[in-house]
T-cell receptor, first 109, second 113 residues
Framework: SQQGEEDPQALSIQEGENATMNCSYK?????LQWYRQNSGRGLVHLIL?????REKHSGRLRVTLDTSKKSSSLLITASRAADTASYFC?????????FGAGTILRVKS | KAGVTQTPRYLIKTRGQQVTLSCSPI?????VSWYQQTPGQGLQFLFE???????NKGNFPGRFSGRQFSNSRSEMNVSTLELGDSALYLC????????????FGQGTRLTVV
């Protein structure tokens, strides 16, 4: 499979804590994207990081990219119950947008 | 502006039947892609259409087909339904492909019994 692979598969934290999710991929990329999916609904684009960028911020989100390790991480700071969702990384492979298996995040209030 | 609209939201079909799902993209978006999401396989790419032409196709059997109309609305069809086709089918639209930001609909939940 050429999908990105996220870890952990599931993460449970208390409100206010930080959540870190990781994504690994297999070949060189132009960019890497992160999406969020609330239970059984459509995906929402969170952030895109290009291959020449190492870190990017958007609100409480911080994304890093290490092209030498072919990996990315998504950090959500000061988590809220509303952050409970599945998080997916996505990369381009062969002119397709390919998604990883996702990390299920549960934020307990 | 209006988001991506998928209809119907829920569908129950019997094995052997066929089904057609519809997707209306964001106005101005010419690329529409379809994904199948299941607990076991995750998000699997089905196909992508741009200006009425299928440009990319995933590894699905020929029972899965699609089309795009001149107004960019897209339909996907699954013939001879199997139990394993039960899934959430997601449509995404974007102005370019591969998308640097794909906008997803809420999905159609298909249950095959």
């Amino acid at each position: 499979s050429q999908q990105g692979e996220e870890d952990p598969q599931a993460l449970s934290i208390q409100e206010g804590e930080n959540a870190t999710m990781n994504c690994s991929y297999k070949t060189s990329i132009n960019n890497l994207q992160w999406y969020r999916q609330n239970s059984g609904r459509g995906l929402v684009h969170l952030i895109l990081i290009r291959s020449n960028e190492r870190e990017k911020h958007s609100g409480r989100l911080r994304v890093t990219l290490d092209t030498s390790k072919k990996s990315s991480s998504l950090l959500i700071t000061a988590s809220r119950a509303a952050d409970t969702a599945s998080y997916f990384c996505a990369v381009e492979y062969g002119n397709k947008l390919v998604f990883g298996a996702g990390t299920i995040l549960r934020v307990k209030s | 502006k209006a988001g991506v609209t998928q209809t119907p939201r829920y569908l129950i079909k019997t094995r052997g039947q066929q089904v057609t799902l519809s997707c209306s993209p964001i106005s101005g978006h010419r690329s529409v892609s379809w994904y199948q999401q299941t607990p076991g396989q995750g998000l699997q790419f089905l196909f992508e259409y741009f200006s009425e032409t299928q440009r990319n196709k995933g590894n699905f059997p020929g029972r899965f087909s699609g089309r795009q109309f001149s107004n960019s609305r897209s339909e996907m069809n699954v013939s001879t339904l199997e139990l394993g086709d039960s899934a959430l089918y997601l449509c995404a639209s974007s102005s370019i492909w591969p998308a640097t930001e794909a906008f997803f609909g809420q999905g159609t939940r298909l249950t095959v019994v």
